[in-house]
Nanobody, 119 residues
Framework: QVQLVESGGGLVQAGGSLRLSCAAS????????MAWFRQAPGKEREFVAA????????YYPDSVKGRFTISRDNAKNTVYLQMISLKPEDTAVYYC????????????WGKGTLVTVSS
């Protein structure tokens, strides 16, 4: 079983930056693919970023490419999401997820952290 706890959300002005963290329990963290998703009020959950087990491969949708960077520290069992040039449409609850067999299927989810971007 893996527990994921997100932190770092908050209120930021448009154009600002935030770094989210996701701390994972369990000894197998370094073997999992990790990802971030977000869900805005009234909208479906949206994929934001993914990283493979070693950190050597990442993937982003066009909506955040060039603004968001996912990284991981396997020694600290933590994955990060650095967000810059934030826009009001980035406002959402951000969730961390872990995939045992890769980023195609997420097996574990955190409870989320709220990011609010004011205009």
């Amino acid at each position: 079983q893996v527990q994921l706890v997100e932190s770092g959300g908050g209120l930021v002005q448009a154009g600002g930056s935030l770094r989210l963290s996701c701390a994972a329990s369990g000894r197998s963290f370094s073997s999992y693919a990790m990802a971030w998703f977000r869900q805005a009020p009234g909208k479906e959950r949206e994929f934001v970023a993914a990283i493979n087990w070693s950190g050597g491969d990442t993937y982003y949708p066009d909506s955040v490419k060039g603004r968001f960077t996912i990284s991981r520290d396997n020694a600290k069992n933590t994955v990060y999401l650095q967000m810059i040039s934030l826009k009001p449409e980035d406002t959402a609850v951000y969730y961390c997820a872990a995939g045992v067999t890769g980023w195609g299927t997420m097996d574990y989810w955190g409870k989320g952290t709220l990011v609010t971007v004011s205009s």
